[in-house]
């Protein structure tokens, strides 16, 4: 079966081993929400497969398959990308942050808060490319205009009409204290 034939969820195939903490495994090493992970998978085998499959992470979602959607988001090196068409193998070394990195349910991320408190979804399978594409935004530009805002949105797919309400629990998210030097903060780590 190719690369391209598979989609998350195939249980045919789990022909490879994912450990956690390093311990066997080979090949790629792979931080996914602060935890270490040695992987032995080919290195061409998309992100999200390994995400949804082996670590059982449902926040990434498939949606195109081609990286158009943005239902597939992660973070990695403070950046917004499409797990679905970015091979395991590229993010050796790499930390990723998924939806389920940024909080819980009872004590949620402050960029998930803001999303509950504006009520801004509806469906909520857009919501992970929305959330996690806003975060790595704001976190590069802590004071981002509508206009940017949208524009790095414009890249994620949403057919649920609640744009109003997100672009505003973004902005209530922007404006919280202590998010100022966010940025920099994250440029220090990458140095």
Excluded: W
């Excluded at 679905?84 to 960029?111: K, N, R, S």
């Amino acid at each position: 079966m190719s690369t391209s034939a598979r989609t998350p969820g195939d249980a045919s195939r789990r022909d490879h081993a994912v450990t956690a903490s390093g311990e066997g495994g080979s090949g790629i090493a792979l931080t996914v929400n602060g935890r270490a992970h040695a992987l032995d998978v080919d290195p061409t085998t998309p992100l999200l497969y390994v995400l949804s499959d082996d670590l059982g992470l449902n926040g990434p979602k498939f949606g195109c398959g081609l990286g158009q959607c943005g239902a597939c988001a992660v973070i990695v090196r403070g950046r917004a990308v499409r797990s679905c068409v970015t091979p395991v193998g590229t993010l050796d070394g790499a930390d990723v942050t998924t939806l389920e990195g940024l909080g819980t349910i009872e004590h949620p991320h402050p960029i998930q808060q803001a999303f509950i408190d504006e009520q801004a979804s509806q469906c909520g399978f857009c919501l992970n490319g929305v959330i996690l594409t806003a975060k790595a935004l704001v976190d590069q530009n802590p004071s981002p205009t509508d206009e940017q805002v949208r524009d790095a949105l414009s890249t994620v797919l949403c057919r649920c009409f609640t744009h109003t309400r997100m672009l505003r629990a973004i902005k209530r998210y922007a404006r919280l204290p202590g998010r100022r030097g966010v940025a920099a903060k994250a440029g220090e780590n990458e140095a």
